[in-house]
């Protein structure tokens, strides 16, 4: 295709995708080194009947103005970055020259919003992902091996989970698991303890937490592995059959190696999705406990107290900078693949 | 030999028989739990006293005089006017799918057909800015947004979905062109028809299947979105999530959860159709990027 002709019909995707994808990118950068503008204050002479004083008022008119010229706010270079709320560089030396040993330093740490927010992502990312491989596997191999009459029903409700919308199937297993719920009942009998919560404990709601998200995401691992055991050569299982080879040992030396390449694209998708974990948590109402770092700009934007554009920024920014620790791993495989392919 | 391998013991056909049924009961059972006890008041689909209450209805029984009530969906449709947000998401999630699979469509094909090197690296770029989480970008939109008096319009919500969704309708639609025949386009452009000639009358009439498998997708993406619909959108035009959303946040009056339980089964509804008709679609769709990769 010529040059000229590709650039004319890529050109409305690709202005999409720049005004609204890489321009907000260099955006956030530019919003986080600046903060919200102080109030101005003005002194006034207030007179009253026992004679006049000075007093420090809010200057309401020139505040808005302030804001009306630099809307940005003032300049703050890196400063939101190592603020507590952030990387809370001062908060991390003083824990560090404060805690006798490694636990109360990660106690401490962990106190601070980013690195609790951070903690939680991570743990979420790197615990759902494998489990929705294992899952998803065991569920197509179980499918798979089902009279045919009944793959079709059966992948129909195996595709509900994921195909509802985050924020309603959270929602749907947060009122099962209420204390007053069916599950969350339930609970409480087998475990035999009448104020057993699943909301009150911070450990519990984690569980929780990664339980829907195995739940959520299972389906999809399920499909596309289902979809790739039916490209299964035959032959081969046939040939592993009679040189001896037990059902454990096909599974394990001819379908698994088949499966890498899938293995390699759900756990892309995953740590990409799992990355920015937001929606359970205001379904689970879970923020008490587990927050993520999607969450946290969140809260900066929309959570009620004001909009912090600053600190959402800071926050963005450094939420892209795991991403891109994230698929560097991904990009290079994908670069070298291609280049292999090109000589 | 195929029997051969069919062959298994009865205790092993067992385990994964009892392994699908406790899937399945994981998957569906709780949809229809929430969609029975929809029907249901509130003391009975949150018991204090039994959870049997909310399959017999025994409280719904008390204080409506029969076992089914619909006073969750009154509420929520007409006294918290939820179809005003059915509507908006209806107004949304049709914009965004037909704006999307337009420029979808064409980058998709010119990045097929281009075999040259920079289309790879645009593909590269696209799975890089499908990684980027919605809440980022949207942190990067709404001061410019405020100043700009967008805020809080339905076209701004749909143009910035349309985006946010297109490197994902890119790669899909990149490699369903990919399965067209080069020469078909090709040979049309030998009898003298222009590239876009050749686009409009050769393989806009094949490219329906893979199209409608991307613009359910699209259609997914939009209708589930909670981000941006929550942070772009104001109260009076709220879409359907974000207005769920809003009512978990007077929870504290009796009655009211069950507003949320209704609009939460309303909204799902359409999901369930939608699989119901297109399950074939859905499932090529998920595996179409994965199996040839």
Known sequence: MKNRTFFWFILPSLVAMVLFIALPIGSVFIQSLYIEHGAVLKEVKSCGPFGCKDEVQIDVAATSQLKEEKPLGKFNGFGTYTNRNHLAVTELKSAWNDSANWSIYFSKVYNLPFYRALAFTLTYTFIVTPLVLLLGFFIALGVNSLPKKLKGPTIFVSLLPMIVT????????????????????????????????????????????????????????????????QTVPSETIEAAMIDGASRWERTRYVVLPHLVPLIVFISLIQLMDNFRVFEPIVGFSAQASATSLSWIIYNDLAGGEGTFFGSAGATSVLTILGVAVLLIPV???TWNDFNRKAV | MSELIHRRSKSFTALIWV?????????????????????????????????????SGLRTQIETGSSFTGDGYHGAWITKSFWQAALNTMIVVVSVVIIS?????LGGYALARSGKKYAFYLLMLALVFRAMPHITLVSGYLLPFFEWNLWGHLPTAIIVMVAINQPFTLWMLHSFFLNIPKDLDESAMVDGCTRFQAFRRVIVPVMWPGVITTGLFSFLLAYNDFTVTATLLNNSNQTMVPKIASFLGTTQVEGNVMFAVAAVVSATAPLFILVMFFQRQIVSGLTAGAVKG
């Open chain 1, 166 to 229: 985050p924020l309603i199937g959270s929602l749907i297993l947060f009122w099962m698991i209420d204390s007053k719920g069916i599950l969350g009942a339930s609970l409480q009998w087998l475990l035999d303890d009448p104020n057993l919560s699943l909301k009150a404990s911070p450990a519990l709601t984690w569980i929780m937490l990664i339980i829907y998200g195995v739940w959520h995401s299972a389906p999809f691992a399920f499909i596309v592995f289902y979809a790739g055991l």
């Open chain 2, 19 to 55: 392994f699908v049924l406790f899937w399945i009961i994981l998957a569906g059972f709780p949809f229809l739990w929430t969609m029975w006890g929809s029907f249901k008041v509130q003391g009975d689909f949150f018991s204090k006293a039994d959870w049997a209450y909310a399959i």
């Open chain 1, 331 to 333: 990009l290079i495989r």
């Open chain 2, 101 to 105: 699979l337009t420029l979808g469509t």
